[in-house]
């Protein structure tokens, strides 16, 4: 928008000197009481008996917006423009037809639009441009100048309260009208580089590179989006893992049976022994969450070797092993395997066990089934 200078020829009149103003007036008066006295006196009215009265003469009525008008000029001559222009926007609601106050009102609303625009203020430019628009709604080049402030303003405060979609379309149809409009470029450098960074904690780093080289047309020489950028296309250019099934165990009490899968592929089917009566193993579903290769109780005063706990007994943890070795050396249910003989665990001869060890993660799911 161009600015417009303000246009010296509505210079307000100063207005007279009020002493010189009440002399005239009291002159007036004055006179107007000698022209009645003398009347009231002289011969002809006194012979009359009666006194003539005076002939009616014509008033002229003031204009509805005089009182306005006068006041917004000494206004504006005093430099309190906001109100010489209330005063104004008044005097023309009463006297719409004033096609002159009407010119200068508008010449004023574009010059403040476009000052605030040049200082980079649009929402002081926003009112100003409406009401512009609104004295002469078929300006098209006024009515473009308002659409395109509209257009950014929607932009901006999208971008502030995170809507980025709708930054993006403000801003982007706003850049391709108009590239230089007010700080329009850093408003899309910004939305995409928010984008970017939503892409990126979500991991869709294809995503966040194309957002990242969006945001370095508008600024393409920033150091922050090309490092960015650069991360993304090296993150992007790996190859993607293959996802490994889930790994899941299942222990068939009544069959003394052991399964280990992967996804839905069976892996290993072996013989175990589950507690005792009176001790039995508890049936449920729990996860291994200890990994001790050759494990120490000393409550039973042995060691359980590939140790997976999986759940507690009070403060005895209960898991998956081979066969115990006592402290004398000797192997404790050596040939009872696939025999509810335990103390609780669920046990394995130690070659199953070994495999199983090295097979299961912290974290696989045991299925203990009645």
């Known amino acids: 928008m161009r600015a417009l200078a303000r246009d010296e020829?509505?210079?307000?009149?100063?207005?007279e000197s009020t002493s010189y103003r009440l002399r005239a007036m009291l002159a007036g008066l004055i006179l107007l009481l000698g022209v009645g006295l003398f009347w009231q006196w002289s011969p002809a009215s006194v012979g009359a008996g009666t006194r003539r009265q005076p002939e009616p003469t014509a008033v002229a009525t003031p204009r509805a917006g005089a009182a306005n008008r006068a006041a917004a000029e000494i206004a504006w001559a005093h430099g309190r423009e906001e109100e010489a222009l209330r005063l104004w926007e008044a005097t023309l609601a009463a006297e719409p037809g004033d096609s002159r106050l009407r010119a200068r009102l508008l010449k004023l609303y574009v010059a403040r639009a476009t000052t605030s625009l040049q200082t980079q203020l649009p929402d002081q430019a926003q009112p100003f441009l409406e009401r512009a628009v609104l004295l002469s709604p078929d300006d098209k080049a006024l009515a473009g100048e308002y659409e395109a402030l509209q257009t950014y303003l929607a932009g901006r405060?999208?971008?502030?309260?995170?809507?980025?979609?709708?930054?993006?379309?403000?801003?982007?149809?706003?850049?391709?009208q108009d590239p230089y409009y007010l700080d329009v470029v850093d408003l899309l450098y910004?939305?995409?580089?928010?984008?970017?960074?939503?892409l990126r904690e979500t991991k869709q780093?294809?995503?966040?590179?194309?957002?990242?080289?969006?945001?370095?047309?508008?600024?393409?020489?920033?150091?922050?989006?090309?490092?960015?950028?650069?991360?993304?296309a090296e993150i992007a250019a790996r190859?993607?893992?293959?996802?490994?099934?889930?790994?899941?165990?299942?222990v068939d009490i009544s069959e003394q049976r052991f399964y280990a899968y992967e996804g839905d592929r069976l892996l290993y089917s072996l013989v175990t022994s589950t507690g005792e009566p009176g001790r039995p193993t508890k049936p449920g579903v729990y996860h291994v969450q200890s990994k001790i290769r050759n494990a120490r109780s000393n409550v039973w005063h042995l060691w359980m070797p590939y140790w997976l706990g999986i759940y507690w007994v009070g403060d005895i943890e209960n898991g998956i092993h081979g066969l115990p070795v006592l402290d004398s050396g000797g192997k404790l249910w050596a040939g009872y395997l696939g025999q509810r003989v335990s103390f609780g665990c669920v046990i394995l001869g130690d070659d199953a066990a070994r495999q199983i060890f090295d097979w299961a993660e912290i974290g696989t799911e045991v299925v203990v089934q009645p």
Request: net charge positive; hydrophobic share 40%; charged share 20%.
């Open 9 to 15: 020829s509505w210079a307000p009149a100063v207005p």
């Open 157 to 176: 405060d999208a971008l502030r309260e995170g809507d980025l979609n709708t930054a993006n379309a403000k801003l982007a149809a706003l850049y391709a």
């Open 190 to 198: 910004q939305t995409y580089m928010a984008k970017g960074d939503n």
């Open 205 to 232: 780093w294809r995503g966040a590179r194309q957002a990242y080289a969006n945001a370095l047309r508008y600024h393409p020489r920033d150091p922050v989006a090309q490092q960015k950028a650069a991360e993304m």
């Open 239 to 250: 190859p993607t893992p293959t996802p490994r099934p889930a790994k899941r165990i299942v």
